[in-house]
């Protein structure tokens, strides 16, 4: 297990607004997250979470303020070093999935370790086992396993995009709507993963739904409203 920062996320004086856009996005004076925390945010749709999410995990630059990661200034690092950064730390579950249709679902799922070394080797046991430990946790059935994801259902792609997440142990999870296409039983041994590999790794868990009845299950939940000033 790694040790644990005092701030996984740290936000301080964070403006962002989109391109062309007159107003600000996000007015983040301060937002921190502690090493190995689970926090569940939400709040109604344009209030800024997924552009939030896209901050910490440097895919985009606030136009003023800080973000660091894992006591990295996001900031300061060159472009590439920012990706080589992200692929090593940072495990994405993105709303619509990202997976490569023309890649098996295991061959989905191992991308992060063929991006970075360093999350390949700590894929303790070997990176196709961890692939198919992980796989066998989220309900996946072997046989699907050597399938296109473009032939996989909602649900089944979903499940994917989690492993893929996961496999590693980055320092990071980030999941955006990550239970929107599972019924509610899947829905609940999917936060058992997650929150169980998570604790096994001491990685930090950054949450958004829009599903507040899952809000229980984390240690800390924040309305984006109340720490985004822009309106």
């Not at 993105?94 to 370790?113: R, W």
């Not at 961890?130 to 066998?136: E, P």
Request: net charge positive; hydrophobic share 45%; charged share 25%.
């Amino acid at each position: 297990m790694r040790e644990l920062s005092r701030d996984a996320i740290r936000l301080e004086h964070v403006r962002f607004r989109w391109p062309k856009a007159e107003r600000l996005c996000l007015d983040v004076p301060a937002f921190s997250v502690s090493g190995g925390e689970r926090v569940f945010i939400h709040g109604p749709s344009g209030s800024g979470k997924s552009t939030l999410l896209s901050l910490i995990a440097g895919v985009v630059d606030p136009e003023q303020g800080q973000v660091e990661v894992l006591g990295q200034a996001l900031g300061e690092m060159q472009p590439r070093q920012r990706d080589r950064f992200r692929a090593a730390n940072i495990g994405f579950i993105f709303q619509l999935f990202n997976l490569l249709p023309y890649l098996s679902a295991l061959e989905n799922i191992v991308l992060p370790c063929r991006f970075s070394a360093e999350r390949a080797r700590r894929a303790a046991s070997g990176v196709r086992e961890d692939a198919l430990r992980l796989a066998g946790r989220l309900d996946l059935d072997p046989a699907l396993l050597n399938r296109p994801a473009s032939e996989l259902s909602v649900g089944q792609q979903q499940r994917v995009a989690a492993a893929r997440a996961l496999i590693g142990s980055p320092g990071l999870i980030i999941a955006d709507e990550p239970t929107s296409a599972l019924d509610a039983d899947r829905q609940q041994g999917f936060l058992d993963l997650l929150l169980a590999e998570t604790a096994r790794t001491g990685a930090s868990l950054i949450f958004v739904s829009h599903d507040d009845r899952l809000a229980a299950r984390f240690g800390r939940v924040v309305d984006l409203r109340t720490i985004n000033q822009a309106r």
